[in-house]
């Protein structure tokens, strides 16, 4: 709810009888009636200042956009309020007192007034007809630079700059009337969280009496309160779609504070004297308080709490009812996590459709209220069009996809799943389940069904999660994990995310299920939360949490990309950011990053860095490859045994490491010590132990590499392989182990 609080001035010289009485909370006249939660009669502006406003300050401290508000008639007391004077400081300059109480708080203003429609800049005189802007960071704003300000001295000094240039005029009835909404926007960054401070004069309405240019300028005034109404009034009315923002200056620069994500409070002065414009003042009060807005904290990572105050809120914007409607649904953690960063990332696009449309706009030369117009409408037209398009990605979102499941290779252990060790020349599919992932280890196979993860395979290490060390033949539920979105095998062990925590399980003896210890487990143990992605190589592990990549177990080589060699039974930070593909292998891993460029680390003897060359130590645990780079952009990486595939945005895959079995795709058995392209390309690529895939678009697969057991389901019992087409089509996923392969397909 908006923060309503109303001031009543005493009586002023001319005023010559009280027709409102205040009783506690109750205004009252001679037949109207008003109760609200703060009335004050108290002339220091002090006092007021700290009963209502100084914790909202301190909330903008803590990085929630507020807005302090002085609305009224005119001679109510709004600029007495807001300025005050030297004996008695107004609610802005206590506001700057506690603004810089804080030495680590870093600090910028703007100071403009909104006069005829046109804002201008009052620190700057040649800063004039000033832009309204959608900015990322600070929502509705100003094409105007930030004045850093470094103490509360400088910040009063250009204040009183400011001052000098508003407009004041002489009224009928005030002889230092303001003529202009002025906005004092203090821009906070505080450590991570940052917000903006704003304290609005509101210009007074007062009656029209004779026409001339004085009249022109309260017209203005009027109709930009008359706006400011309005907008109160729908956002009251239930069933109202459009709030007319852009019908002032005014109203579409406050626009985060009317019904967003501010803090709003709103401070109604009134005169005891005026029978009429304080009644009015008080309806709009009135009406204001049932106003809400949805405060966040801005900059930093949203607390439980603030999530859970979020998932409650039945006030949300268009943007959150979509995120509240998801998690309702959905309810679990996981998926409310990744719902909110859906939703940020819409924001910024929003922003940067409508920066882009102004800029066109603006080149145009439209009249104004035309330009308006067109704004509105095209806003709309994106909003319906950026609803339509969260729609369909929260379907695709919301039904998990289950497709059938084609396996083959090597049938030794059951890890094929057909209840016997046969070997499969050919993609056989596994009846009676559908499935929407799988991942083949060595000896087994994963795969999730309905959230639920089934294994089957050799158990030896624990490796199914069955409680159990048993070889099992048949597709087996994992009891007591559900709600599974990912899952991974290694060569011995397994990790899956459920209800959006990581479980590990199987074979420890490197540490790779990251709970501090070698020991192998047979059931699955949580060892971390809100977990985003998951891999796992031979005998290391990763995983993805707040947009940042930790590695575990094996890293006697760095092939974990940790510079502490050995063994780490803990997940350690990899030192790099902006991630976009990880992938582990043997003995050693690669990561890509948003920026299309590659990173290796671990053994680079057989050249499965891309970087050895012969005066090199023979493991490095971070190296960057010359190849990826901004006009070479690689977008996905793949590890197997000793060899490395990266796939550029281009769809051209490369491939380097150990040649035998002609694993790199090449007609070459060689070892290839830098990256070099196949004669196909893909749109994805996968890597198993020496045998390898690239999808095509339409959902083809070709395969290369080692067929000793089959693996690359040709049919035939060719040793090793350059890349050839398979005989299935609309493959979803794949995933290589080391003796067999597995591919959903969908009908
Ligand atoms: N709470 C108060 N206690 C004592 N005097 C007050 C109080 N509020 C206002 N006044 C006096 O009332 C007069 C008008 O106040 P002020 O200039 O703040 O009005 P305003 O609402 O900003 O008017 P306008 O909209 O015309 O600019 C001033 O002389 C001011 O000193």
């Given at each position: 709810m908006l923060q309503v609080c109303i001031r009543v001035r005493p009586l002023l010289k001319h005023e010559k009888n009280a027709q409102w009485f205040v009783n506690k909370n109750n205004i009252n006249s001679s037949n109207k009636s008003f109760t609200f939660d703060q009335v004050e009669c108290e002339t220091r502006t002090q006092t007021l200042y700290n009963k209502i406003a100084k914790q909202n300050v301190k909330k903008a401290l803590n990085g929630y956009h507020t807005t302090i508000m002085c609305y009224g008639q005119t001679t109510s007391g709004k600029t007495f309020t807001t300025l005050g004077t030297h004996d008695n400081p107004g609610i802005l300059p206590c506001a700057l007192r506690d603004v810089f109480l804080d030495d680590n708080v870093k600090c910028s203003i703007q100071y403009v007034q909104i006069y005829n429609e046109v804002i201008d800049d009052l620190l700057d005189p040649k800063c004039t007809s000033l832009q309204i802007i959608n900015d990322q960071k600070w929502g509705t704003s100003l094409q105007l630079k930030q004045t850093p300000v470094k103490s509360f001295d400088q910040a009063i000094q250009l204040l009183n700059e400011g001052e000098e240039r508003r407009i004041y005029r002489e009224t009928q009835i005030h002889d230092k009337s303001s003529r202009s909404h002025t906005i004092f926007r203090i821009f906070i960054e505080n450590g991570s969280r940052y917000s903006c401070l704003n304290i609005v004069d509101l210009a007074g309405s007062e009656r029209v009496s004779s026409e001339n240019d004085i009249n022109h300028e309260t017209g203005y005034i009027n109709k930009s309160l008359l706006a400011l109404t309005n907008v109160i009034n729908q956002l009251t009315e239930q069933k109202q779609q459009h709030i007319s923002y852009r019908d002032s200056k005014l109203t579409r620069l406050l626009q985060n504070s009317l019904g967003g994500n501010s803090i709003t409070v709103l401070i109604c002065c009134i005169s005891p004297g005026n029978n009429t414009q304080t009644l009015s003042t008080l309806q709009f009060a009135q009406r204001a308080k049932i106003v809400k807005n949805t405060p966040i904290i801005n900059g930093e990572k949203q607390t439980q709490e603030l999530q859970d105050q979020q998932f409650q809120s039945s006030s949300y914007s268009n943007f959150n009812i979509f995120t509240y409607a998801q998690c309702q649904k959905q309810s679990n953690k996981n998926s409310f996590q990744a719902f909110i960063k859906l939703e940020q990332k819409y924001q910024k696009k929003?922003?940067?459709?409508?920066?882009?449309?102004?800029?066109?706009?603006?080149?145009?030369?439209?009249?104004?209220?035309?330009?308006?117009?067109?704004?509105?409408?095209?806003?709309?037209?994106?909003?319906?069009?950026?609803?339509?398009?969260?729609?369909?990605?929260?379907?695709?979102?919301?039904?998990?996809?289950?497709?059938?499941?084609?396996?083959?290779?090597?049938?030794?252990d059951g890890r094929l799943g057909f209840g016997d060790e046969k070997t499969c020349k050919i993609p056989t599919e596994i009846s009676n389940y559908k499935f929407s992932q799988v991942s083949c280890g060595f000896h087994h196979t994963l795969a999730i069904c309905n959230g639920c993860i089934y294994a089957w395979g050799r158990g030896q290490k624990g490796q199914l999660g069955l409680g159990n060390f048993e070889t099992i033949l048949s597709p087996t539920k994992i009891d007591n994990l559900k709600n599974a979105t990912q899952i991974a095998c290694g060569w011995q062990h397994s990790l899956a995310i459920c209800d959006?925590?990581?479980?590990?399980?199987?074979?420890?003896?490197?540490?790779?299920?990251?709970?501090?210890?070698?020991?192998?487990?047979?059931?699955?143990?949580?060892?971390?939360?809100?977990?985003?992605?998951?891999?796992?190589?031979?005998?290391?592990?990763?995983?993805?949490?707040?947009?940042?990549?930790?590695?575990?177990?094996?890293n006697q080589d760095g092939r974990c990309m940790i510079d502490s060699l050995g063994i780490l039974t803990e997940p350690e930070q990899v030192p790099l950011n902006d991630i976009k593909s990880v992938s582990l292998g043997v003995s050693h891993m690669g990561v890509v990053t948003n920026d299309g460029c590659v990173y290796m680390a671990g053994t680079s003897i057989d050249g499965q860095l891309g970087t050895f060359s012969i005066d090199d130590e023979v493991a490095t645990w971070f190296t960057q490859l010359d190849k990826f780079n901004s006009s070479n952009r690689a977008q996905q990486i793949q590890c197997g045994d000793s060899f490395t595939l990266v796939l550029n945005t281009k769809g051209i895959i490369y491939a380097f490491g150990k040649g035998s079995f002609k694993r790199l795709g090449l007609s070459t058995t060689d070892n290839i010590y830098e990256p070099t392209p196949l004669p196909i390309q893909g749109d994805m690529i996968y890597a198993g132990c020496r045998h390898a895939c690239s999808i095509t678009k339409n959902g083809q697969a070709y395969m290369w590499g080692f067929n000793f057991h089959n693996q690359l389901g040709l049919g035939q019992d060719d040793l090793d392989q350059e890349p050839i087409l398979l005989k299935i089509t609309n493959i979803k996923q794949m995933s290589l182990g080391y003796f067999h392969s597995a591919a959903l397909v969908s009908n």
């Amino acid at each position: 709810m908006l923060q309503v609080c109303i001031r009543v001035r005493p009586l002023l010289k001319h005023e010559k009888n009280a027709q409102w009485f205040v009783n506690k909370n109750n205004i009252n006249s001679s037949n109207k009636s008003f109760t609200f939660d703060q009335v004050e009669c108290e002339t220091r502006t002090q006092t007021l200042y700290n009963k209502i406003a100084k914790q909202n300050v301190k909330k903008a401290l803590n990085g929630y956009h507020t807005t302090i508000m002085c609305y009224g008639q005119t001679t109510s007391g709004k600029t007495f309020t807001t300025l005050g004077t030297h004996d008695n400081p107004g609610i802005l300059p206590c506001a700057l007192r506690d603004v810089f109480l804080d030495d680590n708080v870093k600090c910028s203003i703007q100071y403009v007034q909104i006069y005829n429609e046109v804002i201008d800049d009052l620190l700057d005189p040649k800063c004039t007809s000033l832009q309204i802007i959608n900015d990322q960071k600070w929502g509705t704003s100003l094409q105007l630079k930030q004045t850093p300000v470094k103490s509360f001295d400088q910040a009063i000094q250009l204040l009183n700059e400011g001052e000098e240039r508003r407009i004041y005029r002489e009224t009928q009835i005030h002889d230092k009337s303001s003529r202009s909404h002025t906005i004092f926007r203090i821009f906070i960054e505080n450590g991570s969280r940052y917000s903006c401070l704003n304290i609005v004069d509101l210009a007074g309405s007062e009656r029209v009496s004779s026409e001339n240019d004085i009249n022109h300028e309260t017209g203005y005034i009027n109709k930009s309160l008359l706006a400011l109404t309005n907008v109160i009034n729908q956002l009251t009315e239930q069933k109202q779609q459009h709030i007319s923002y852009r019908d002032s200056k005014l109203t579409r620069l406050l626009q985060n504070s009317l019904g967003g994500n501010s803090i709003t409070v709103l401070i109604c002065c009134i005169s005891p004297g005026n029978n009429t414009q304080t009644l009015s003042t008080l309806q709009f009060a009135q009406r204001a308080k049932i106003v809400k807005n949805t405060p966040i904290i801005n900059g930093e990572k949203q607390t439980q709490e603030l999530q859970d105050q979020q998932f409650q809120s039945s006030s949300y914007s268009n943007f959150n009812i979509f995120t509240y409607a998801q998690c309702q649904k959905q309810s679990n953690k996981n998926s409310f996590q990744a719902f909110i960063k859906l939703e940020q990332k819409y924001q910024k696009k929003y922003c940067e459709l409508l920066q882009q449309y102004y800029k066109e706009l603006n080149k145009l030369q439209i009249n104004e209220q035309d330009l308006q117009d067109v704004i509105s409408i095209l806003e709309r037209n994106i909003l319906t069009q950026l609803e339509e398009m969260k729609q369909s990605i929260s379907d695709t979102n919301n039904e998990e996809q289950q497709y059938k499941l084609l396996i083959w290779g090597s049938g030794q252990d059951g890890r094929l799943g057909f209840g016997d060790e046969k070997t499969c020349k050919i993609p056989t599919e596994i009846s009676n389940y559908k499935f929407s992932q799988v991942s083949c280890g060595f000896h087994h196979t994963l795969a999730i069904c309905n959230g639920c993860i089934y294994a089957w395979g050799r158990g030896q290490k624990g490796q199914l999660g069955l409680g159990n060390f048993e070889t099992i033949l048949s597709p087996t539920k994992i009891d007591n994990l559900k709600n599974a979105t990912q899952i991974a095998c290694g060569w011995q062990h397994s990790l899956a995310i459920c209800d959006g925590n990581l479980y590990s399980w199987g074979c420890g003896d490197d540490g790779q299920l990251g709970n501090g210890d070698c020991q192998s487990i047979n059931q699955p143990i949580a060892i971390q939360e809100d977990v985003e992605y998951i891999y796992a190589g031979h005998s290391q592990s990763g995983f993805m949490k707040e947009g940042m990549l930790y590695t575990f177990g094996n890293n006697q080589d760095g092939r974990c990309m940790i510079d502490s060699l050995g063994i780490l039974t803990e997940p350690e930070q990899v030192p790099l950011n902006d991630i976009k593909s990880v992938s582990l292998g043997v003995s050693h891993m690669g990561v890509v990053t948003n920026d299309g460029c590659v990173y290796m680390a671990g053994t680079s003897i057989d050249g499965q860095l891309g970087t050895f060359s012969i005066d090199d130590e023979v493991a490095t645990w971070f190296t960057q490859l010359d190849k990826f780079n901004s006009s070479n952009r690689a977008q996905q990486i793949q590890c197997g045994d000793s060899f490395t595939l990266v796939l550029n945005t281009k769809g051209i895959i490369y491939a380097f490491g150990k040649g035998s079995f002609k694993r790199l795709g090449l007609s070459t058995t060689d070892n290839i010590y830098e990256p070099t392209p196949l004669p196909i390309q893909g749109d994805m690529i996968y890597a198993g132990c020496r045998h390898a895939c690239s999808i095509t678009k339409n959902g083809q697969a070709y395969m290369w590499g080692f067929n000793f057991h089959n693996q690359l389901g040709l049919g035939q019992d060719d040793l090793d392989q350059e890349p050839i087409l398979l005989k299935i089509t609309n493959i979803k996923q794949m995933s290589l182990g080391y003796f067999h392969s597995a591919a959903l397909v969908s009908n």
